[in-house]
């Protein structure tokens, strides 16, 4: 069993940045491939960065060049750099955490891109 914690979201300023952070209870983290999900209201829930275990990293073609996606095992937590913020990033924020068919989610955290 797996519970995941994120925080970090916000209001900010189109071209801002912000750093979600998702914290991990239980271990063997590393096992685990994280993914970061946004879903925006009145739409469907969108993959954003996902992060193997090993360190592999693949991103949405929207968000390429602007997110990093990034892990500290031996902290058992992820993270989603965000720069260069545009309006269409707003969104509610999911943390993911997949090991076959075991799959956990966070709460959510609030990203308001706004002036």
């Known amino acids: 069993q797996v519970q995941l914690a994120e925080s970090g979201g916000g209001l900010v300023q189109p071209g801002g940045s912000l750093r979600l952070s998702c914290a991990a209870s239980?271990?063997?983290?590393?096992?685990?491939?994280m993914r970061w999900y946004r879903q925006a209201p009145g739409k469907q829930r969108d993959l954003v960065a996902t992060?193997?275990?090993?360190?592999?990293?693949n991103y949405q073609n929207s968000v390429k060049g602007r997110f990093t996606i990034s892990r500290d095992n031996a902290e058992n937590t992820v993270y989603l750099q965000m720069n260069s913020l545009k309006p269409e990033d707003t969104a509610v924020y999911y943390c993911?955490?997949?090991?076959?068919?075991?799959?956990?989610w966070g709460q959510g955290t609030q990203v308001t891109v706004s002036s």
């Open positions: 992060i193997t275990g090993g360190g592999t990293t």
């Open positions: 239980g271990s063997d983290f590393s096992i685990y491939t």
């Open positions: 993911n955490a997949v090991h076959f068919l075991n799959t956990y």
